[in-house]
Nanobody, 126 residues
Framework: VQLQASGGGLVQAGDSLRLSCAAS????????MGWFRQAPGKEREFVTV????????YYADPVKGRFTISRDNAKNTVYLQMNSLKPEDTAVYYC????????????????????WGQGTQVTVSS
């Protein structure tokens, strides 16, 4: 599946942003979808994931309670709502996908994903 992320930008601390990731070329409902981020000089890290059905989600501790992942299978799109943004959230955000047999399954590691979007820059100023 091809993935196209959008919605990044420059915001101030405490602001909100919503990222979108549109999928094409595959059966979206077969895919677990995740968001990762990579700050300058750091490794790509897990942010959040949503199962095929949307019934299960999981968040990294630094974003828990502030970020929300969701998906609209009719639109082949996954979203990342980011609230109460902090300067340490500054990074390039990537959406990623991998097909899964079980609807409730999800993946947490970078190397478990097969398809990646191009990334969208999020910059949070203090």
């Amino acid at each position: 599946v091809q993935l196209q992320a959008s919605g990044g930008g420059l915001v101030q601390a405490g602001d909100s942003l919503r990222l979108s990731c549109a999928a094409s070329g595959g059966t979206f409902t077969r895919y677990v979808m995740g968001w990762f981020r990579q700050a300058p000089g750091k490794e790509r890290e897990f942010v959040t994931v949503i199962s095929r059905s949307g019934g299960r989600t999981y968040y990294a501790d630094p974003v828990k309670g502030r970020f929300t992942i969701s998906r609209d299978n009719a639109k082949n799109t996954v979203y990342l709502q980011m609230n109460s943004l902090k300067p340490e959230d500054t990074a390039v955000y990537y959406c990623a996908g991998r097909s899964a047999i079980l609807s409730a399954y999800y993946y947490l590691r970078v190397d478990e994903y097969t398809d990646w979007g191009q990334g969208t820059q999020v910059t949070v100023s203090s």
